[in-house]
């Protein structure tokens, strides 16, 4: 005879139900977290094609969820609206035809008001299917469930840095944190840069379980691990500075042609650039906008927003380079860096923080969180590269052509989304995200 069971603890609710409810609803509350500052008037702007509104990433992350799991796994489960496919949708063609990109800032329509019922809807169905779900960590509802989380951590970034991108366009300079101080800028200097060998070889890069663990989460294009070769090479144990970069403003480098390569150049004449995104000269002062609107220039702080072309233009400027993503990648695996929660997201700072004035010189510091960092790697597939079949073979593969690898995690990335083989992409023009500059040589 079977044991009596309560109602308030169902035999039949798996143990991984439970897990798979938390962090799903953690993760979705995170998104609604970032939004909850602004106006509804912020969550519609669309400055340039990059950008998209607020607005939008909530509404588009709640479809991802709706169309891959919604829809393919709860029976009888019924879509919140049928046109909501076509507005939300972002690049799968696979899934029909959409809003173009550059039009997302149009949607006045449905309000804002709506976009969170539709998260509500969408959120309550979540969990009712989560309840009935089994352990099979290997199963195909468990991969497209985890990527679909990843995904919305990777809004969570984007919204962060389209948030700003949105503000910083107002001529009012508004500050998306009314209810906490900013920073203050640091009193003293950043600790003196130093350079760490690194010794060449053959070494492995991708992403690998720890030693005795289960595979875990990585995206498609971490896979697979393979041997590459370096030579030996040195690496700078912390990030260019602001005050660094300064030096190279003040010392003309935006009027120089000679550290740039041709193409950079051309944009510094057509787009006027005379230093990183967001700062701002005024009676002599060096000013940068921020989430608490415009701050003095922090000298210490890691320089951000800078395009592939600037920081390599900077890297020349000293005598040093960019490093590619292998360096970066074996470097890291030497140096293991510890992963602080301080430099991610979860610390509301959205901004990179000075490294101490007692930093050892020894250790290279940086690495996870803080900036992204720019490598002279082009973003092309590993070798054993395989696209997944169907809509989300669209996910990564696509987009392996003209653009650059950057590496690292930034302040606006969820710790828990990063690792050593993590490999985002940019083409070499884009300085909306927490980007960043370490030397080699």
């Not at 003309?252 to 057509?270: A, C, I, T």
Request: aromatic letters at 14%; proline letters at 8%; hydrophobic letters at 40%.
């Amino acid at each position: 005879m079977p044991a009596a069971t309560s109602a308030l603890a169902p035999a039949s609710r798996p143990p991984a139900a439970s897990r798979r409810q938390s962090r799903y609803a953690a993760v979705r509350e995170q998104t609604a977290a970032l939004c909850r500052p602004l106006l509804p008037e912020d969550t519609v702007v669309q400055p340039i094609i990059d950008v998209s509104p607020p607005k939008w990433h909530l509404a588009h992350t709640t479809w991802f969820f709706e169309t891959f799991l919604l829809q393919e796994h709860l029976p009888g489960y019924r879509v919140f609206h049928e046109q909501y496919a076509y507005l939300f949708n972002s690049y799968y063609n696979s899934l029909g035809s959409r809003v173009n990109r550059a039009d997302r800032g149009t949607l006045s329509r449905p309000p804002l008001a709506d976009v969170y019922r539709y998260r509500a809807y969408v959120d309550e169905h979540m969990q009712r299917l989560l309840a009935t779900v089994g352990d099979d960590e290997a199963a195909p509802f468990a991969a497209v469930f985890e990527l679909g989380l990843q995904h919305e951590q990777q809004h969570q970034e984007l919204l962060v840095t389209d948030i700003k991108y949105i503000l910083s366009t107002n001529p009012l300079a508004p500050a998306y944190w009314t209810d906490q101080p900013a920073p203050v800028a640091s009193a003293t200097a950043a600790p003196a840069a130093t350079w760490l060998s690194v010794p060449g070889g053959v070494g492995t890069i991708g992403y690998q379980p720890a030693a005795g663990d289960a595979p875990g989460f990585c995206f498609d294009n971490e896979l697979a691990a393979h041997p590459v070769y370096v030579a030996d090479f040195r690496l700078q144990n912390r990030l260019v500075t602001n005050g660094e970069y300064l030096e190279f403003v003040r010392a003309g480098g935006y009027r120089d042609f000679r550290p740039w390569l041709g193409e950079g150049w051309e944009l510094v004449q057509s787009q006027g650039w005379q230093a990183p995104l967001y700062w701002v000269e005024r009676a002599g002062e060096w000013l940068r906008f921020t989430h608490h609107g415009l701050q003095p220039l922090d000298l210490a702080a890691p320089v951000t927003h800078v395009s592939f072309y600037e920081a390599d233009a900077y890297a020349h400027w000293t005598g040093a380079r960019l490093p590619t993503e292998a360096e970066w990648e074996l470097a890291a695996r030497r140096f293991a860096p510890t992963l602080d929660p301080a430099h991610f997201l979860e610390s509301n700072r959205f901004d990179p923080a000075p490294l101490p004035a007692d930093a050892a010189p020894g250790r290279c510091h940086q690495l996870l969180g803080s900036c992204w960092e720019w490598t002279y790697s082009a973003y092309h597939p590993y070798p054993g590269f395989d696209k997944a079949p169907g809509a989300l073979g669209e996910y990564n593969g696509k987009f392996m052509i003209n653009q650059l690898v950057l590496r690292g995690g930034s302040c606006a990335t969820p710790a828990s989304h990063i690792r050593l083989s993590y490999r985002n992409f940019f083409h070499a023009d884009k300085r909306w995200q927490f980007t960043g500059i370490r030397l080699a040589q």
